[in-house]
């Protein structure tokens, strides 16, 4: 049997885990050529995987229409696509991305990739996974992100910078529910000029909340 012929229920039984769906994710292709003004760093394996785990078991993943926005290398797609999501879009601007996101994805026929801006998204989905940019490059980068996630989706799984936790908590309360917060730390790898160490420690807050709208 496949893999996304499998209910979420079905691969936790047959153990597709957590570590597993790390281990997965560690296989796959990284970014064509980043770039900074577009904040793209890779979401290391074990936050991707906890972060689409924690949203299957909280019964949001498995059947579900999923929002992957700034999909990226399609880490948080590919593990909601492991976990049973119904279908996934995968939104990225950068479409110097594609090949890695196609590659990336091959094997699930359940993708559909959109190479755009995410504020032309108006569809609506049950739920929606974000790493998006943090605004520490351009400023309200971030904005466009959580304007469409609120607005078009049930059910949102946000990392963010924990610096940042005062705003998007009121932001998030705005306009929904928050259910859950906690704060994490995520691991980025040296991939530009000014970065001065193999890898920086970065605090992020990861919310689940839920759209008024």
């Known amino acids: 049997m496949s893999l996304i012929s499998l209910s979420a229920g079905e691969h936790l039984k047959n153990n597709i885990n957590k570590k597993k769906i790390e281990m997965a994710l560690s296989k796959l292709l990284t970014f064509n050529n980043p770039k900074n003004h577009l904040e793209q760093y890779p979401t290391d394996p074990s936050t991707a995987a906890y972060?689409?785990?924690?949203?299957?078991?909280d019964g949001n993943i498995e059947g579900k229409k999923i929002l992957d926005a700034g999909a990226g290398t399609g880490v948080l797609s590919f593990s909601a696509l492991m976990l049973g999501a119904d279908e996934v879009v995968a939104v990225?601007?950068?479409?110097?991305?594609?090949?890695?996101?196609?590659?990336?994805?091959?094997?699930?026929?359940?993708?559909?990739?959109?190479?755009?801006?995410?504020?032309?998204?108006?569809?609506?989905?049950?739920?929606?996974?974000?790493?998006?940019?943090?605004?520490?490059?351009?400023?309200?980068?971030?904005?466009?992100?959580?304007?469409?996630?609120?607005?078009?989706?049930?059910?949102?799984?946000?990392?963010?910078?924990?610096?940042?936790?005062?705003?998007?908590l009121e932001y998030a309360k705005k306009r929904g529910r928050v259910l859950r917060e906690e704060k994490?730390?995520?691991?980025?790898?040296?991939?530009?000029?000014?970065?001065?160490?193999n890898y920086e420690k970065l605090d992020c807050i990861l919310i689940w909340a839920e759209s008024s709208s």
């Open 51 to 57: 972060l689409v785990f924690m949203a299957a078991m």
């Open 92 to 168: 990225e601007i950068d479409r110097e991305q594609l090949m890695v996101l196609e590659e990336n994805l091959r094997k699930f026929s359940n993708i559909r990739i959109v190479i755009g801006n995410i504020s032309d998204v108006e569809e609506r989905f049950d739920t929606a996974i974000c790493n998006p940019p943090f605004g520490a490059v351009i400023r309200d980068s971030d904005l466009p992100f959580l304007d469409i996630i609120f607005r078009n989706c049930k059910n949102i799984y946000l990392l963010h910078n924990y610096k940042n936790r005062d705003f998007i």
């Open 184 to 197: 994490i730390t995520i691991s980025i790898p040296r991939m530009y000029s000014h970065h001065t160490k």
